[in-house]
């Protein structure tokens, strides 16, 4: 679920301003997690950008900042960062920082999901934080896995579908999806 361009009120722009320089690298946030962290490696090692998009994202000519709400326990996470991490790693305009969901309760209530603390949590931004575009917590293709099932099967049932729909996608739809917001982001002074 995307939310594209957003102006953000004073209160907002100080809060994000504020976690972004608490933010971690991936790597930072690799070293701080207990859980899931060699799969989120072999992860980032097997993200594939289409060139297209690694063109476009070499040649961004405003920084864009890119500030995940995330946990290492999260299935939703260990699929979508490495593809954000190894988006931001093209270039030196997109810059990614990652915050902890429950060490940042108070960033995180600003961006609930359908009134759900759904991560990850993308939130896109010039560097003025004054406006922004938020992802999550999965590309719509996938959550409509799970909005057909809920309720229907346990989820124990529907994660495992879940899986297999980022399996055969290889990380494409976040990027892509990802990768307008920051574009849509980098245009705005």
Not at 36 to 56: L, Q, S
Not at 131 to 159: D, L
Request: net charge neutral.
């Amino acid at each position: 679920m995307s939310e594209k361009g957003t102006t953000a009120d004073r209160a907002l722009v100080n809060l994000l301003s504020k976690k972004w320089n608490r933010g971690m690298s991936f790597a930072a946030f690799l070293d701080f997690s207990n859980k899931n962290v060699e799969a989120m490696r072999e992860g980032y090692a097997n993200v594939e950008i289409a060139p297209t998009i690694a063109d476009e994202a070499r040649g961004l000519g405003k920084r864009v900042r890119v500030l995940v709400l995330a946990a290492d326990w999260c299935g939703d996470v260990v699929a979508n960062l490495p593809a954000i991490a190894r988006l931001a790693d093209l270039g030196p305009a997109i810059e990614l920082r990652v915050l902890d969901r429950d060490r940042h309760a108070d960033l995180m209530a600003e961006f609930l999901t359908n009134g759900n603390l759904a991560i990850p949590k993308v939130i896109v931004a010039p560097t003025h934080m004054g406006k922004f575009s938020t992802w999550g917590p999965r590309p719509p293709a996938c959550q409509k896995i799970m909005t057909e099932n809920k309720g229907k099967m346990p989820k124990e049932e529907i994660y495992p579908l879940l899986r297999d729909w980022y399996m055969n996608d290889k990380y494409q739809s976040a990027i892509r999806e990802i990768f307008e917001l920051i574009k849509i982001e980098a245009e705005i002074d």
